[in-house]
């Protein structure tokens, strides 16, 4: 009747169906938690997809004069992202946050490491002189070169068809 549980740990089967019931109780109150304040839900979405989408466009592009408007496209399409967003984290969020509470939950508490005493810092930089010149024969450069414009071609490209599907998405879910 008992099940192995953890390194150290039994648990009887009435102990398992209470610890089942009560993660689908946990569950139960997160699903309320989430149909119930849907507003504060909304305003936190809101809030990281203003962090998510200016973050994003700084990180990966790297031309000034595109970031202004490309920042302007992504607030016109913050509603369909709320949207979407909101109907998957009502869907799943409640699951994965019970599941991770869960997880933290049965975790075996950590023995704490022991302090190591002698530490050496290793270098692991080699300083410029260290280094041997490394010539590239001049066909091998070109190609190089020619394969670094083509990634940044293809994540511009790759950026804008984002940007159009949500403008274009925004436009026909709005009109």
């Given at each position: 009747m008992y099940r192995k549980r953890g390194p150290n740990g039994l648990l009887s089967a009435e102990e398992e169906n209470l610890e089942s019931e009560r993660v689908k109780d946990v569950k139960l109150i997160l699903d309320n938690l989430f149909q119930r304040e849907e507003t504060t839900v909304k305003m936190v979405l809101d809030c990281l997809y203003d962090i998510g989408s200016v973050r994003l466009i700084n990180r990966k592009i790297s031309a000034q004069s595109l970031r202004g408007p490309l920042k302007a496209?992504?607030?016109m399409s913050k509603p369909a992202?709320?949207?979407?967003?909101?109907?998957?984290?009502q869907r799943q969020a409640p699951q994965l946050i019970t599941d991770w509470l869960y997880s933290q939950a049965a975790k075996a508490p950590r023995d704490p490491a022991p302090p190591e005493e002698d530490i050496t810092l290793i270098d692991v930089v080699p300083t410029p002189a260290e280094l041997p010149p490394a010539k590239l024969p001049p066909l091998v450069?070109?190609?190089a070169?020619?394969?670094n414009s083509l990634r940044g071609r293809i994540s511009r490209l790759t950026i804008l068809l984002v940007a159009v599907l949500l403008v274009t998405g925004s436009l026909i879910m709005f009109s």
């Open positions: 496209i992504a607030r992202f709320r949207l979407f967003a909101l109907r998957r984290l450069e070109i190609q070169a020619e394969i």
